[in-house]
């Protein structure tokens, strides 16, 4: 398996990915250190010398160990990406990435409780590494967190790709005045002067041209900025539906008639602009 070098949008990604990892873990362990010393105050009572240090070390470490074993995710993904055509391959690789991450953790926990629990408390600590219990109470947890950290990553990155690719479409229509469209799996250059108008159809948009029509995958909004780059004029006519300046012939109190014959309708909130046209 050859490794897949890190491009700068997974990179810009990945640290967008870091910074919601790391505000999670921090509010997760204020909260986790904060409910435990709640439930020391509600059993009432003398506290044990430590015991409260004790508790925030527990979580502290735990909280410390998993920021460090993290950053094994986005080098996964690096060298085993995700796809929904390859996901089901994948699942040895990531049970594997899982195991890593889970014995990480614990072992990186264990160790720092050894290393400060001789400073806050007496006696000495011990986890039970050579019982089955303590291993999966605590791999029980891990897998919720390790399943939550990859979706952040995966999601980062995937939004990342598609903030790209829009950029890369707005620049492609003001050089080319086309637009680059997503279309059944594939992409479709359609020249943004053909456009006659597009209605809102679920997730996508229908957009008619005058030699037939497309669904593409994308929001009006975004169609009417791709079209403005490109230095057509779009009409916006409906929530659900616009047009170009040049194909619209009239307007009238509940549609508009366009070059074609087609007849929209024309929303109330919109009619007010509609009606500066000259």
């Given at each position: 398996m050859t490794k897949r070098t890190q491009?700068?949008?997974?990179?810009?990604?990945?640290?967008?990915?870091w910074v919601i990892v790391l505000v999670f873990l921090t509010l997760s362990l204020i909260v986790e250190g904060?409910?435990?010393?709640?439930?020391?105050?509600r059993q009432g009572g003398p506290h044990e010398p430590g015991s409260?240090?004790?508790?925030?070390?527990y979580e502290a470490s735990s909280h410390i160990a998993l920021i460090a074993v993290a950053a094994?995710?986005?080098i996964w993904l690096n060298r085993f990406p995700l796809s929904l055509s390859n996901w089901g391959r994948r699942l040895p690789n990531y049970a594997a990435a899982f195991l890593l991450f889970t014995v990480g953790h614990i072992l990186l926990m264990v160790a720092m409780r050894h290393a400060v629990w001789p400073f806050i408390a007496q006696g000495h600590y011990d986890f039970g590494l050579l019982r089955?219990?303590?291993?999966?109470?605590?791999?029980?947890?891990?897998?919720f967190?390790?399943?939550s950290m990859l979706g952040v990553f995966i999601t980062s990155r995937h939004i990342a790709v598609l903030d790209e690719e829009r950029r890369a479409a707005r620049e492609d229509a003001q050089m080319t005045g086309r637009l680059t469209l997503k279309s059944g799996g594939r992409q479709i250059f359609v020249p943004a002067n053909e456009i006659v108008h597009a209605s809102a159809a679920g997730n996508y948009v229908e957009v008619h041209t005058e030699s037939g029509r497309h669904f593409v995958r994308l929001t009006l909004s975004e169609l009417q900025t791709l079209l403005s780059e490109a230095g057509v004029e779009p009409v916006r006519l409906h929530r659900s539906h616009l047009t170009v300046r040049d194909h619209l012939r009239d307007v009238g109190p509940t549609?508009?008639?366009l070059s074609t014959g087609v007849r929209l309708p024309v929303g109330r909130s919109y009619r007010t602009g509609l009606q500066t046209l000259g």
């Open positions: 491009n700068p949008i997974d990179r810009r990604a990945d640290l967008h990915s904060t409910t435990e010393q709640m439930e020391i105050a409260i240090t004790a508790q925030w070390l094994l995710i986005p089955i219990e303590p291993w999966a109470y605590e791999m029980r947890k891990d897998l967190t390790f399943l549609d508009a008639n």
